[in-house]
């Protein structure tokens, strides 16, 4: 369990890594959408129809990949919680310990249950009852 937790561990670490990475890019290509909407529009004033379309051609570009990075990294995110939340209830069982209800069963799947022997006991239950019934009557 040892080595699956550990394994686990880095897997996290692996997602938030990439989560960050994809953030940062996600960031720097935000900032370049703005900055050529802005080249667009300034063309689109100054009548560089030319100059507009390369800047249009550009944001859409930039728009294109800002949705494919938010995509990955609401993805990415997705996946990390639930490492996380897998990590966590992991944690939270181990430091329970072992269900005592589970480990009765368990007990009694490996010892077998002796029915034979239950009979034996609940008779010989039965007759100390009776015993006992047969003093009081006789006090």
Do not use: C
């Not at 703005?34 to 080249?39: A, I, M, P, Y």
Request: glycine share 4%; charged share 40%; net charge negative.
């Amino acid at each position: 369990m040892n080595s699956e937790s550990s394994a686990q561990k880095e897997y996290i670490i692996t997602l938030l890594t990439e989560y960050t990475i994809l953030k940062k890019k996600q960031l720097s290509v935000t900032k370049e959408l703005q900055l050529w909407k802005s080249r667009e529009e300034l063309a689109e004033k100054k009548g560089e129809e030319g100059l507009k379309k390369i800047a249009g051609g550009k944001r859409e570009a930039l728009e294109e990949k800002l949705f494919v990075l938010t995509e990955e990294k609401d993805k990415l995110k997705r996946e990390l919680d639930r490492e996380k939340e897998t990590s966590k209830s992991l944690k939270e069982k181990s430091n329970r310990g072992p269900d005592p209800v589970e480990l009765i069963h368990t007990l009694q799947n490996l010892a077998g249950e002796d029915t034979e022997l239950k009979n034996q006991f609940n008779d010989l239950s039965i007759d100390n009852e009776l015993k006992r019934i047969k003093q009081e009557m006789e006090s």
